[in-house]
């Protein structure tokens, strides 16, 4: 059996978790709010996996064209939810049409960029992708339910 459909089952299932998560704020102005230590915001941290995702996902193995602003993505403030939600609808979809398309060649050759510096196969690369979701995801968690307590 190939990697692909299990990340494909969690990268839908914790980017719907994403979409939970933004929707739980008691109100839009805390998914920005800066708390304590924490130096992301949830709307930073939700806005940033997204475009991870459609970069790392969708533009380099699916050539979908889209064009990533990593330093906007944290620097973007106060975005809609709405606009947060759309983003990750259009991330799941972007990730839901490109994996089905990779071949076991695809995964088991060299990611197309090297993202640390050195080569590593794109199903490494993919596994990353679900761990960095993960670890952001529960970021985010921690961080509405801290707001959620100021």
């Known amino acids: 059996m190939s990697i692909i459909e299990p990340l494909s089952k969690i990268y839908d299932r914790d980017l719907a978790k994403l979409r939970e998560e933004v929707e739980m704020y008691p109100n839009e102005a805390d998914l920005w709010m800066k708390h304590g230590d924490l130096s992301n915001s949830g709307g930073t941290l939700a806005i940033h996996l997204c475009g991870s995702f459609r970069h790392f996902v969708g533009a380099v193995l699916g050539n979908s064209g889209y064009v990533r602003d990593r330093d906007a993505e944290f620097a973007m403030r106060d975005v809609p939810r709405s606009e947060i939600f759309a983003a990750i609808d259009e991330t799941r979809q972007v990730v839901a049409a490109t994996l089905p398309q990779l071949t076991a060649d695809d995964l088991e050759g060299n990611y197309p960029i090297e993202v640390f510096g ?22 985010i968690n921690y961080h509405r339910r801290t707001v959620s307590l100021a």
């Open 118 to 139: 050195h080569p590593m196969t794109t199903e490494y690369f993919l596994i990353h992708l679900a761990t960095h979701l993960s670890y952001h995801l529960g970021q």
